[in-house]
Each structure stands twice: as C-alpha cells, then as structure tokens.
C-alpha cells in the first residue's frame, strides 16, 4: 500500500491561491489514478481533481478553471494548484491513490477561504 502525504493548507482571503502536495511512498506513475478530493463540515467527500496514468485529468465543475492537477518532475508527487480561491472551497482536502485492488488515502490538509 502506498503511503501518502498532503501538506500546503492554510489560510487564505478569497481570490487568492493555494499549491497543494501529495508525496507519495514510492512512484506513482504505475498507479491508475491520484486524485484530490475534499470534505466540507457536514458534507460528504466529493472529487475535486483526477489525474490517470496515462496523463489525462478531470475535475469537478465547481473547480474547472480555477484548479490545476499535476505531476512533478519526481514521479512521487502530485500537486494541485488553485487560483481564484472561494469560501465554498473550505474543507479538508485529501490525496487518494486508486490501483486496481486497493485505494490509499493521506491524513488530510485544511484548507480555509476567508471572505
């Protein structure tokens, strides 16, 4: 099972920006998919930002434009970039890992918008 670290959360004012960073145990180019997801208070886990093996990405609408998923150079890390930061954007965000027989998720990092 791979192990996973999200770090990058903090505080920020509306309109601002945010890296997030998944390090992974070992490379993740042999896993199916490393996504984000997040967690509001009272709400359930949603999919934010999916990026497959192969390359091609797909994000939540409520994020397109404004959120970017991608790879570093280290072949262990997933970034997610977002820009134009909303208070509905609040919650805990996590980095999952899916491979074919099992799904690894990280501790989680907070992430609060600020109107």
């Known amino acids: 099972q791979v192990q996973l670290v999200e770090s990058g959360g903090g505080l920020v004012q509306a309109g601002g920006s945010l890296i997030l960073s998944c390090a992974a145990s070992r490379s993740i180019l042999s896993i199916n998919a490393m996504g984000w997801y997040r967690q509001a208070p009272g709400k359930q886990r949603e999919l934010v930002a999916v990026i497959r093996s192969a390359g091609s990405t797909n994000y939540a609408d409520s994020v397109k434009g404004r959120f970017t998923i991608s790879r570093g150079n280290a072949k262990n890390t997933v970034f997610l970039r977002m820009n134009s930061l909303k208070p509905e954007d609040t919650a805990v965000y996590y980095c999952?890992?899916?491979?074919?027989?099992?799904?690894?998720w990280g501790q989680g990092t907070q992430v609060t918008v600020s109107s």
């Open positions: 999952n890992a899916a491979e074919l027989s099992r799904s690894s």
